[in-house]
């Protein structure tokens, strides 16, 4: 198995179409070509977290999403926040989120709390 570290854009374009026909493939994780896979996929994913950064999400976007994703409404979302009112107020920005809400949207929602902690977008 020839592999090399991924340095330049060239080499990331050649591992993303190998890793590509690889997974077409769908190899069984102990042959030669599943850890060819593995080991091309960790490259690929260091590469791109070297040079590939993501911001958080906004926490109040992230919240709006989850609720998207789960297809919650305001008032699903009472337990976590607390009243209706309160839960439009921190939807609309007009309210922060306390360590409880951010604790609770974490441990029932699946919200990293990491997203949740971060500065608002104005």
Same mark, same amino acid.
Request: aromatic share 6%.
């Given at each position: 198995?020839? /592999?090399?570290?991924?340095?330049? +854009? +060239? ?31 960790? @490259? ?19 919240? +709006? ?11 699903? @979302?009472?337990?976590? /926040? ?16 306390? @360590? ?23």
């Amino acid at each position: 198995m020839e /592999i090399h570290p991924i340095r330049t +854009k +060239k080499d990331y374009r050649a591992a993303l179409r190998e890793v590509s026909a690889l997974v077409d493939l769908d190899p069984s994780p102990r042959s030669e070509e599943g850890e060819r896979l593995e080991v091309l996929a960790t @490259l690929v994913e260091a590469y791109e977290r070297k040079h590939f950064f993501i911001e958080a999400p906004d926490p109040i976007e992230a919240i +709006k999403f989850r609720m998207e994703q789960s297809g919650l409404s305001t008032k699903d @979302l009472e337990p976590y /926040i607390g009243q209706s009112n309160r839960v439009y107020e921190v939807l609309n920005r007009k309210r922060p989120l306390t @360590l409880r809400m951010i604790r609770n949207l974490h441990r029932c929602l699946g919200i990293p709390a990491q997203v949740l902690i971060a500065e608002p977008l104005a």
